[in-house]
């Protein structure tokens, strides 16, 4: 049973630039939440997505935009970056929306130079 | 706002030690406490509290929820090198959101 999994693993952009982060869920779950973990710090909570829409959000700026397809993957967003939003980008699946365990993919390391 | 403070934020230890990491939380609207294991990405799930008094354990680990007092413990007994990781709590909101602290940072020496 595979696991969440998210590509790519490392990227590294310019300021300015747009970026692209893919995840898809464990076998079974429909509901997808993003995370950004900067350096020495716990995860962020960006958005949640299920049944192809955004349901919840947490304090971060319009730049950052996302979508869920309809076999429940997921997508991240981020225009515009700024050197702050080099960070772990943390992808999250639970069961449904009712269900308080979130499992975590492997992440995304995103370098902005 | 809702907050979540781990303490202390580093700890090293020597292995067959055992140790206490602390989770205190402020939450308008809580459902449940999740503590996670993050040894190089992807944290992995330990334990899931919604009720208080009642202990979570599974082998050398184990937790407890106090949602009089709010906060949270894992206890880790005869550590080894493998516990080595930072271990984050959190809580889980009415909408399904979790709200992280920042993390404990545990280093087990041989």
Known sequence: ?113 | EDKVVQSPLSLVVHEGDTVTLNCSYEVTNFRSLLWYKQEKKAPTFLFMLTSSGIEKKSGRLSSILDKKELFSILNITATQTGDSAIYLCSFNNAGNMLTFGGGTRLMVKP
């Not at chain 1, 772990?88 to 902005?112: H, N, W």
């Open chain 1, 1 to 113: 049973d595979a696991g969440v999994t998210q590509s790519p693993t490392h990227l590294i952009k310019t300021r300015g630039q747009q970026v692209t982060l893919r995840c898809s869920p464990k076998s079974g779950h429909d509901t997808v939440s993003w995370y950004q973990q900067a350096l020495g710090q716990g995860p962020q909570f960006i958005f949640q997505y299920y049944e192809e829409e955004e349901r919840q959000r947490g304090n971060f700026p319009d730049r950052f935009s996302g979508h869920q397809f309809p076999n429940y993957s997921s997508e991240l967003n981020v225009n515009a970056l700024l050197l702050g939003d080099s960070a772990l980008y943390l992808c999250a699946s639970s069961l449904d929306r009712r269900s308080y365990e979130q499992y975590f993919g492997p992440g995304t390391r995103l370098t902005v130079t």
